[in-house]
């Protein structure tokens, strides 16, 4: 059974870090391509971070490109996403996702604001 367990958000200022995590289990991590996601108030969920699995190959959303970097560590089975230089439109819940599963996480909160 696949599970996503998120952690890491929380409530920041503009310019601020998060880094957040994504425990996972039930699949072979290594060989998985996996997505971050995160969905603001109002609006649809929207695609934010790949990390292909073994390829080492990465891709953002224009967004985030330059500010977010996804990383995984395949002993631990994690992915992250470090955040950089965050503003109030990065507010929303962020999810990980197993791009051939279909199951989320229950996400982590990421609230920016003055």
């Known amino acids: 059974q696949v599970q996503l367990v998120e952690s890491g958000g929380g409530s920041v200022q503009p310019g601020d870090s998060l880094k957040l995590s994504c425990a996972t289990s039930?699949?072979?991590?290594?060989?998985?391509?996996m997505l971050w996601y995160r969905q603001a108030p109002g609006k649809e969920r929207e695609f934010v971070a790949r990390?292909?699995?073994?390829?080492?190959?990465?891709g953002y959303a224009d967004s985030v490109k330059g500010r977010f970097t996804v990383s995984r560590d395949n002993a631990k089975n994690i992915l992250y996403l470090q955040m950089r230089d965050l503003a109030p439109e990065d507010t929303g819940v962020y999810y990980c996702?197993?791009?051939?599963?279909?199951?989320w996480g229950q996400g982590t909160q990421v609230t920016v604001s003055s």
């Open positions: 996702k197993v791009e051939a599963f279909d199951t």
């Open positions: 039930g699949f072979i991590f290594s060989s998985q391509t």
């Open positions: 990390s292909v699995g073994l390829s080492g190959i990465f």
